[in-house]
């Protein structure tokens, strides 16, 4: 087994869209980023690819490469499930947690789970998102921008069962 520690954090941007979890949330802000932004999901690929010790998204995926300009965080999360299964490996859970004074994302927690269980070919019981704010303390507490952490186990995987050492 390996673990894996994620974190990302966004500035909030006029004109964009905000995506969290692969889910457009409605907000009069969007999260600013080379990419869609999606702080959630750039969490989780950090926390898969730490497990790794293959390096971050910056080094997959810089932000000097405008193949990567406006994608969608999902497509680059299911880039680094194939990284992930080339090595042998697969999720055995996932904890994220997302900082945001607003919006309320709540709602939206359900299909985020659904989301990231699909792409990474686990269980939803795998995929484990909270919401927090953080009592209008820091920037997030400002409505200046999210943060999202995130670590996660992965499981060697041969013949597609799990080996316990």
Do not use: W
């Not at 939206?108 to 939803?124: G, K």
Request: include cysteine; charged fraction near 25%; charge should be negative.
């Amino acid at each position: 087994m390996r673990i894996g520690f994620g974190m990302d954090v966004h500035q909030f941007s006029e004109q964009r869209e905000l995506v969290l979890g692969g889910v457009k949330i409605p907000h009069q802000k969007g999260l600013l980023g080379h990419s869609d932004a999606d702080v959630l999901i750039h969490s989780i690929m950090d926390a898969i690819l730490g497990a790794l010790a293959l390096g971050d998204i910056g080094k997959h995926f810089p932000d000097t490469d405008m193949a990567y300009k406006d994608i969608s965080s999902m497509k680059l999360l299911s880039k680094v499930y194939d990284i992930m299964s080339y090595n042998g490996y697969k999720v055995g859970n996932i904890d994220a947690v997302v900082a945001a004074q607003n919006p309320k994302l709540s709602p939206y927690i359900q299909q985020m789970r659904e989301n990231i269980a699909n792409i990474l070919n686990t269980e939803i019981e795998n995929i484990s998102v909270k919401a927090t704010t953080t009592e209008k303390l820091g920037f997030e507490g400002r409505e200046e921008g999210v943060t999202s952490y995130c670590v996660c186990l992965l499981e060697k995987v041969i013949d597609n069962k799990k080996i316990f050492v």
